[in-house]
């Protein structure tokens, strides 16, 4: 069955104090959203620490934003994934567009991060999306299908067990711009048919695909209502705890 899922990806925001109470006003709010929507914050590497202590035991899941596509040793600067593990982390964040675009962040690599994250029992946000060329070129199907067919036809359908989709149009994220409910429900239902190809449709159906580009409370609902949106990646909005979990009870 696929999950519904609001997850915060706070990006290069917040120090680790601002973080913590983020954090704790999230969880004290998180009674408030019903129990089969799951709530996930993905923090910045220095946090994830001390906001596993603030998540313990509570509703709300800890999400990495990347992971090292190594293993472990001489990667000055890289975190891996059995780090992020052993800190508590149940989810990470891979392929982000802002990763992308300024970081060098390939389809080939993003394999070797999935495989590495689902070693180490962590499970993956994948995002998929177009830029703005590339939507007004009408190529964003075949965009989304290729990042898809790159990355995920490496794994199985057991994997697919521990992975989401988030569809992020780049032209949408951080620019206030959201794709129209029915262009975000075309190309996840797009993306769907792309994970019944290679898995059957009972993967496909069980697959949760987010919706990730300048969702905010006043947008939710309309999105979360189609019937292969199953939930946000939310940027922005997710920096005040008040907006998370209005977009949260969109549902
Ligand atoms: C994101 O970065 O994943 C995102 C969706 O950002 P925003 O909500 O700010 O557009």
Redesign the pocket.
């Known amino acids: 069955m696929r999950k519904k899922i609001v997850a915060g ?1 706070w ?1 290069m925001n917040t120090t680790v104090p601002e973080g913590i109470e983020l954090a704790k006003a999230v969880v004290a709010k998180s009674a408030e959203v019903p129990a089969d929507v799951k709530l996930i914050i993905a923090t910045p590497f220095t946090h994830l620490y001390p906001v596993a202590e603030v998540v313990k035991g509570t509703p709300v899941a800890l999400s990495a934003e990347n992971c090292a596509d190594k293993e472990k040793g001489a990667y000055t600067g890289e975190v891996a994934a059995n780090m992020l593990a052993s800190v508590g982390c149940e989810y990470t ?1 891979l392929g ?3 990763r992308r675009q300024y970081y060098g962040e390939t389809d080939e690599k993003l394999v070797e991060k999935t495989k590495l994250a689902l070693a180490n029992g962590l499970k993956v946000i994948l ?1 998929v999306g177009e830029n703005l060329d590339e939507r007004e070129a009408g190529k964003h199907f075949d965009v989304c299908e290729a990042q898809i067919k790159n990355v995920l036809y490496n794994f199985t359908a057991e994997d697919m067990k521990n992975i989401v989709i ?1 569809y ?1 149009p780049v032209w ?4 206030g711009k959201t794709a129209t409910s029915e262009q975000a429900e075309e190309i996840h239902a797009f993306i769907r048919k792309v994970v019944a190809d290679k898995f059957g449709a009972q993967v496909a159906e069980d697959t949760t695909i987010l919706y ?5 409370p006043s947008n939710a609902k309309e999105l979360f209502a189609q019937k292969d949106i199953d939930g ?7 920096l005040k705890a008040d907006d998370f979990i209005a977009i949260a009870l969109s549902y």
């Open positions: 990806n990006k964040i982000h567009s802002e995002c988030a992020e949408a994220i951080g620019t990730g580009g300048s969702c905010k946000g990646l939310i940027g922005g909005a997710a």
